[in-house]
C-alpha cells in the first residue's frame, strides 16, 4: 500500500513540476470532511467494456477509495448514495467508520433503469445541509452514462447546491458529458472522464487527500470537541449503543452526557458533542500545516565544498559529493554522461538537500521535514542545557 501511494505521489509530484507552480503559501486543507459518494448503477453500469462490468468495477474502486479516504481523513465523514431507477436511493448514513460502508458494498448491487444526475444531486445537498460551517460539503460521482433522466431543470438544483457551498466532482466512465462539466464547473468541483481501469482508479483516488481552500474564504472558529473513553466489552457491559439504541457491549461514552456512540468520529445523538479520539486528531495536524514546497536546486548550484554541511550523521560527513539529507543518496553531477544525477530540491527553511523520491516521501506521507525537525531538537538541545545549573 505504502509503495503504492508513493509511485502515485511521484506521478502528482511530477505532473506539477511540469505544471505552472501553485501558491501553496495561502492555501490549506479541510481536515474535517462530509462527502456524499454517488455510485451511478444504472442500466449503463452492467456494460462489459471494462471488466467484469462497469458497476462490478466501480465497487471494487470505492472500496478502495473508502479505505484511502478514512486514511487521510480521520475526522470526516461519509456516505454512499447510488443512482437505478430513475431514482436516488441511500445504502449509507454519515458516518466516520470505514468498515459499515464497505459491508454495504459487498453484499451486491443490482443495475438497471436510467440515471438521474438530478435526484441525486437533490438527496447528497439535503442531506449536506445539517453539516456544521466549519465541515467541508463535497460531492463525488461515478458516472457511468451518457444521459440522464430527471423530473426537472437540473440546472436550478446545481444553483441550490452553490448557494450550499457543496464541491461536486464526477468521475464518468464513458465519453465526456456537457452537463457533468457545467456541474463541475459551477460548483467547483472536478471533472475527469477514464479511459480505463487503472485510469479510473488513479481519478477516483485524486479525491482522496483533502482539496486545497484559499486561507481568506476560511474563517477561523473554534469547534468543542469531546475525547470519550473506551466502554468495556462483555455481557455485564451491556448498554444502548447510538441513534439506533442497539442493545449491545463496547462502543464509546461521551464525556458531556455519558451516552454510548458506536464509532468514532462521530456526533453525540443525545447532545450533539463531536467525539474523536486523539490520534485522529494528531493525523489531522498536517493537512493544517502542510510541508512547504522545496525548490528545485540546478546541477550548477551544486558543490562538493557543501557536503559536510548537508547531512549531520557524523559516519557519513566525510563522504565525498552532495548528499540528501534523507536518503544519503549522491546528488552530485555524475562524471558520466550516461547518469543523470536527477531532480534535487531544498528546503527553503534548513536549505537541506533532498533527492526527488524523499521530496514525494516527505510531501505525501511523511508531512514532516526531517531536516527542520533535527534543527528544532538541536536547538531545543541546546537551549536545556543553558537552563542547567552546574553544582
Same mark, same amino acid.
Do not use: W
Given at each position: 500500500?505504502?509503495?503504492?501511494?508513493?509511485?502515485?505521489?511521484?506521478?502528482?509530484?511530477?505532473?506539477?513540476?511540469?505544471?505552472?507552480?501553485?501558491?501553496?503559501?495561502?492555501?490549506?486543507?479541510?481536515?474535517?470532511?462530509?462527502?456524499?459518494?454517488?455510485?451511478?448503477?444504472?442500466?449503463?453500469?452492467?456494460?462489459?467494456?471494462?471488466?467484469?462490468?462497469?458497476?462490478?468495477?466501480?465497487?471494487?474502486?470505492?472500496?478502495?477509495?473508502?479505505?484511502?479516504?478514512?486514511?487521510?481523513? &480521520?475526522?470526516?465523514?461519509?456516505?454512499?448514495?447510488?443512482?437505478?431507477?430513475?431514482?436516488?436511493?441511500?445504502?449509507?448514513?454519515?458516518?466516520? @467508520?470505514?468498515?459499515?460502508?464497505?459491508?454495504?458494498?459487498?453484499?451486491?448491487?443490482?443495475?438497471?433503469?436510467?440515471?438521474?444526475?438530478?435526484?441525486?444531486?437533490?438527496?447528497?445537498?439535503?442531506?449536506?445541509? @445539517?453539516?456544521?460551517?466549519?465541515?467541508?460539503?463535497?460531492?463525488?460521482?461515478?458516472?457511468?452514462?451518457?444521459?440522464?433522466?430527471?423530473?426537472?431543470?437540473?440546472?436550478?438544483?446545481?444553483?441550490?447546491?452553490?448557494?450550499?457551498?457543496?464541491?461536486?466532482?464526477?468521475?464518468?466512465?464513458?465519453?465526456?458529458?456537457?452537463?457533468?462539466?457545467?456541474?463541475?464547473?459551477?460548483?467547483?468541483?472536478?471533472?475527469?472522464?477514464?479511459?480505463?481501469?487503472?485510469?479510473?482508479?488513479?481519478?477516483?483516488?485524486?479525491?482522496?487527500?483533502?482539496?486545497?481552500?484559499?486561507?481568506?474564504?476560511?474563517?477561523?472558529?473554534?469547534?468543542?470537541?469531546?475525547?470519550?473513553?473506551?466502554?468495556?466489552?462483555?455481557?455485564?457491559?451491556?448498554?444502548?449503543?447510538?441513534?439506533?439504541?442497539?442493545?449491545?457491549?463496547?462502543?464509546?461514552?461521551?464525556?458531556?452526557?455519558?451516552?454510548?456512540?458506536?464509532?468514532?468520529?462521530?456526533?453525540?445523538?443525545?447532545?450533539?458533542?463531536?467525539?474523536?479520539?486523539? @490520534?485522529?486528531?494528531?493525523?489531522?495536524?498536517?493537512?493544517?500545516?502542510?510541508?512547504?514546497?522545496?525548490?528545485?536546486?540546478?546541477?550548477?548550484?551544486?558543490?562538493?565544498?557543501?557536503?559536510?554541511?548537508?547531512?549531520?550523521?557524523?559516519?557519513?560527513?566525510?563522504?565525498?559529493?552532495?548528499?540528501?539529507?534523507?536518503?544519503?543518496?549522491?546528488?552530485?553531477?555524475?562524471?558520466?554522461?550516461?547518469?543523470? &544525477?536527477?531532480?534535487?530540491?531544498?528546503?527553503?527553511?534548513?536549505?537541506?538537500?533532498?533527492?526527488?523520491?524523499?521530496?514525494?516521501?516527505?510531501?505525501?506521507?511523511?508531512?514532516?521535514?526531517?531536516?527542520?525537525?533535527?534543527?528544532?531538537?538541536?536547538?531545543?538541545?541546546?537551549?536545556?542545557?543553558?537552563?542547567?545549573?552546574?553544582?
Amino acid at each position: 500500500m505504502l509503495a503504492t501511494r508513493l509511485h502515485a505521489g511521484c506521478e502528482r509530484r511530477a505532473e506539477s513540476k511540469a505544471a505552472a507552480p501553485l501558491e501553496c503559501s495561502c492555501q490549506c486543507a479541510h481536515p474535517a470532511r462530509d462527502d456524499q459518494v454517488v455510485l451511478d448503477m444504472s442500466r449503463a453500469a452492467s456494460m462489459t467494456d471494462m471488466r467484469p462490468n462497469r458497476g462490478a468495477m466501480m465497487i471494487q474502486i470505492l472500496q478502495l477509495f473508502v479505505r484511502e479516504f478514512f486514511d487521510q481523513n &480521520p475526522l470526516s465523514h461519509l456516505s454512499i448514495m447510488m443512482l437505478r431507477n430513475g431514482r436516488a436511493e441511500r445504502l449509507t448514513e454519515l458516518s466516520g @467508520s470505514p468498515e459499515a460502508h464497505i459491508s454495504k458494498l459487498k453484499e451486491g448491487l443490482d443495475a438497471g433503469g436510467n440515471a438521474s444526475l438530478q435526484n441525486g444531486l437533490d438527496l447528497a445537498v439535503s442531506a449536506l445541509k @445539517s453539516v456544521p460551517p466549519y465541515g467541508h460539503r463535497e460531492v463525488l460521482m461515478l458516472f457511468a452514462g451518457l444521459s440522464t433522466c430527471d423530473p426537472g431543470n437540473i440546472l436550478d438544483t446545481v444553483q441550490v447546491a452553490k448557494q450550499q457551498r457543496v464541491r461536486v466532482s464526477i468521475v464518468g466512465l464513458a465519453a465526456e458529458v456537457h452537463i457533468c462539466r457545467v456541474i463541475t464547473e459551477e460548483t467547483g468541483g472536478i471533472y475527469s472522464v477514464g479511459m480505463s481501469d487503472k485510469h479510473v482508479e488513479e481519478c477516483v483516488m485524486d479525491h482522496a487527500p483533502p482539496p486545497p481552500t484559499r486561507a481568506s474564504g476560511a474563517g477561523a472558529s473554534l469547534v468543542r470537541m469531546g475525547f470519550p473513553q473506551k466502554a468495556a466489552d462483555g455481557p455485564t457491559a451491556v448498554a444502548f449503543v447510538g441513534a439506533d439504541c442497539l442493545l449491545q457491549s463496547g462502543g464509546f461514552t461521551c464525556p458531556r452526557c455519558k451516552a454510548r456512540v458506536l464509532d468514532l468520529p462521530s456526533t453525540c445523538h443525545v447532545c450533539g458533542l463531536t467525539l474523536v479520539s486523539s @490520534s485522529q486528531l494528531a493525523r489531522s495536524y498536517h493537512h493544517l500545516f502542510p510541508v512547504k514546497p522545496f525548490v528545485e536546486v540546478s546541477s550548477n548550484d551544486l558543490s562538493v565544498q557543501d557536503s559536510i554541511s548537508q547531512t549531520s550523521v557524523p559516519c557519513f560527513q566525510e563522504l565525498p559529493g552532495v548528499h540528501c539529507h534523507g536518503c544519503l543518496s549522491d546528488l552530485s553531477a555524475s562524471e558520466k554522461e550516461d547518469q543523470d &544525477p536527477g531532480v534535487v530540491l531544498q528546503c527553503s527553511d534548513c536549505k537541506h538537500l533532498f533527492c526527488f523520491d524523499c521530496d514525494v516521501y516527505v510531501h505525501e506521507s511523511l508531512h514532516n521535514c526531517p531536516g527542520c525537525e533535527a534543527s528544532s531538537s538541536r536547538h531545543h538541545d541546546v537551549d536545556h542545557d543553558d537552563m542547567m545549573i552546574p553544582d
